[in-house]
């Protein structure tokens, strides 16, 4: 099936438009997607992707090292897709939030998801010092 073809079918069905995306960007020639932080997560009940508490506590999070809300693209994937959705963005800084994804580049880093931290306040140091690793790499 072709992407035009797709894309028909994916709207009347009234799949969200970010969904039309192709599979692989660079295989289609389509640009990658330029943005400061690119955050991550497994498919969760509790997602950040999704207005409301927890993409809010996010973005304070990240707020407090220096990133606007326009720097942040957020993305909820499954867990054997992450480096298909890595070839689709061009980040300068990967941020893991999810049991499951990790990744040994020097720009990718790991910590709790905002649901797991706003449970347990004892991760909240954990995550701030990964974020402050994450602020020195955007430097």
């Known amino acids: 099936m072709n992407e035009a ?33 690119l955050a991550i997560e497994t498919d969760n009940p509790y997602s950040f992707c999704q207005s409301g508490k927890y993409q809010d506590f996010l973005f304070k999070m990240l707020g407090a090292i220096g990133l606007k809300q326009k720097d942040i693209k957020c993305l909820s994937i499954n867990v054997d897709d992450l480096n298909q959705a890595l070839g689709l963005y061009n980040a300068k800084t990967v941020l893991l939030m999810s049991k499951g994804l990790t990744s040994s580049s020097e720009q990718h880093f790991s910590t709790y998801h905002p649901s797991e931290i706003l449970v347990n306040e004892q991760l909240k140091r954990e995550a701030w010092e990964v974020l402050k690793n994450l602020k020195q790499c955007l430097k």
Do not use: M, Q
Not at 6 to 35: C, M, Q, W
């Open 5 to 37: 073809l797709r894309s028909r079918y994916l709207e009347a069905l009234d799949v969200p438009e970010f969904l039309h995306a192709p599979t692989k960007a660079k295989d289609l020639g389509v640009d990658k997607i330029n943005t400061v932080c």
